[in-house]
């Protein structure tokens, strides 16, 4: 976890913003599958041409598919992957998989969550139950302990994960970049403690008082943010609630098989923005 971001202008556009991350970074996104994951973000990597990404994310979709079909992925660690029930699951991703394209790192969500946290509170590994029964560990080398206070007890241990960098979609970020979301966080938390940098993607810029008024609800401090871009509808065509739901024709769209990608992404907000600011 970084702490050490306390330069006065945080403030960048989206292009600044995803420049900060080169080839071969790990970048762990926050949301859950299309809810407020930060996808103009992605979708900025995709123009600015990156390359060899890692992508960690416990319950991805709309966002490790098109990195996908961009071609912008060498390795992906995850949990659940799928593009929610309406759409099932996600089609360049799965290929990506068979064909190889792409390294695989398959998680459980709480195998996931361990590595993180061990990295978030800095230690090598991370004690995670549920997996005994379960043919990740062996996929993946995962060590088995034994219980050292002598209950005979056996635990599965899942080594620290920590991307270089938590890409989080917020609802309101103040100039200093504190930063908070409505409703749930997801794992939002636990990525912005383990990765090495924060960036940011709010809907909106707030007052500093909004944020001294109710400082229990601030979910990043600002300390732990390296920059921050304001960008309305960045989670789209996911949801960001409560100022947008999931924009369905658009996903469905997008899906299509036969469908350009040039396309979807010229339809994007922050694209049309772009186009006619």
Avoid at 76 to 92: D, T
Avoid at 143 to 154: A, E
Wanted: charged share 20%; proline share 6%.
């Amino acid at each position: 976890m970084a702490s050490g971001f306390n330069q006065k202008n945080k403030q960048c556009s989206l292009a600044e913003l995803a420049a900060l991350v080169p080839n071969g970074a790990s970048i762990a996104l926050g949301g859950s599958f299309l809810h407020r994951g930060p996808f103009a973000f992605v979708r900025e990597l995709i123009r600015q041409g990156r390359r060899d990404l890692e992508l960690v994310k416990q319950s991805p979709g709309y966002d490790v598919d098109i990195l996908c079909r961009a071609g912008a992925l060498r390795r992906v660690r995850a949990g659940i992957v799928a593009m929610e029930g309406n759409f099932g699951l996600a089609p360049w991703y799965r290929k990506a998989v068979e064909r190889r394209e792409i390294e695989l790192e398959e998680h459980a969500c709480a195998s996931l969550t361990a590595g993180l946290r061990a990295a978030a509170i800095g230690v090598p590994f991370q004690p995670c139950g549920g997996l005994h029964g379960s043919g990740l560990p062996e996929l993946n080398g995962w060590k088995c302990l034994d219980d050292p206070y002598g209950s005979g007890q056996k635990t599965w241990v899942v080594p620290a994960i920590r991307p270089d960098f938590a890409v989080i979609q917020a609802s309101e970020v103040d100039a200093q970049g504190n930063v908070r979301v409505q409703g749930t966080a997801h794992w939002d938390r636990i990525m912005s403690r383990a990765a090495g940098s924060v960036l940011v993607v709010a809907e909106k810029l707030v007052d500093t008082a909004v944020f001294e008024a109710n400082p229990e609800s601030t979910l990043i401090p600002f300390f732990m943010v390296q920059a921050y871009a304001v960008v309305p509808q960045g989670a789209w065509p996911g949801s960001c609630w409560p100022d947008y739901a999931i924009d369905y024709p658009a996903v469905e769209a997008y899906m299509d098989k036969q469908g350009d990608l040039q396309a979807h992404m010229a339809a994007a907000p922050e694209a049309r923005e772009v186009h006619h600011g």
